[in-house]
Structure formats: structure tokens, C-alpha cells
Nanobody, 117 residues
Framework: VQLQASGGGLVQAGGSLRLPCAASGRTSSSYIMGWFRQAPGKERELVAR????????YYADSVKGRFTISRDNAKNTVYLQMNSLKPEDTAVYYC???????????WGQGTQVTVSS
């Protein structure tokens, strides 16, 4: 499975960005798509995830009510809509896919999101 993340950039606090992640290759092995982020000096954290089949979602407490994850099964693409961005959302964002065992085994290249105050 190959993952292509995009959509990052520089935005002012309170602004919005949408991050697409397009999957290709052996996508049948992918059950869950997740978005992670890693800020300088911090550990990588799961921001949101969605299952391809049921569409069930999970959000980290820090982004609930501001971020929305969605999927387009026909395009094998997952989106992370980020609203009301804060400086603390600044990080490199990665998309990843998990198999049936819940193991994230394929990762995209990361896209930088910078939120200025």
C-alpha cells in the first residue's frame, strides 16, 4: 500500500486546512486509516482514525469538535478537515493504514502544518 498525504501549509490561528491522504496498491489489506502528528520534541500521537467499512471514527481529545475525518471509498482517499486551528496543532501530519489486527503497517511521507499565532 502506498499513501500520499498532502494539503499542509502555513495558516493563522483560527484558520482551516484539509489534508487528503490517497491510498493505492493493495488497499484491500487496509481496514483503518489514521492521521497522526508529531511536533518537535514530542512523541507521535494519533489524531483521528476511521474504518473504511463502517465509517466509525475516533478523535483525540485535543481535536474533538475541531477536526473531522472522512473517507471516500471510491477514491481510496481519507480527509482530515481541520478547523479552528491553534498554534499547538503545529506538527508534521502523517497518514497511516492499519490491517485487520489493528497494526499500522504503512505510512505516508508526512505533511507539515504550521499554525501561527
Amino acid at each position: 500500500v502506498q499513501l500520499q498525504a498532502s494539503g499542509g501549509g502555513l495558516v493563522q490561528a483560527g484558520g482551516s486546512l484539509r489534508l487528503p491522504c490517497a491510498a493505492s496498491g493493495r488497499t484491500s489489506s487496509s481496514y483503518i486509516m489514521g492521521w497522526f502528528r508529531q511536533a518537535p520534541g514530542k512523541e507521535r500521537e494519533l489524531v483521528a482514525r476511521i474504518t473504511w467499512g463502517s465509517g466509525n471514527t475516533y478523535y483525540a481529545d485535543s481535536v474533538k469538535g475541531r477536526f473531522t475525518i472522512s473517507r471516500d471509498n471510491a477514491k481510496n482517499t481519507v480527509y482530515l478537515q481541520m478547523n479552528s486551528l491553534k498554534p499547538e496543532d503545529t506538527a508534521v501530519y502523517y497518514c497511516a493504514t492499519a490491517n485487520a489486527k489493528g497494526l499500522y503497517d504503512y505510512w505516508g511521507q508526512g505533511t507539515q502544518v504550521t499554525v501561527s499565532s
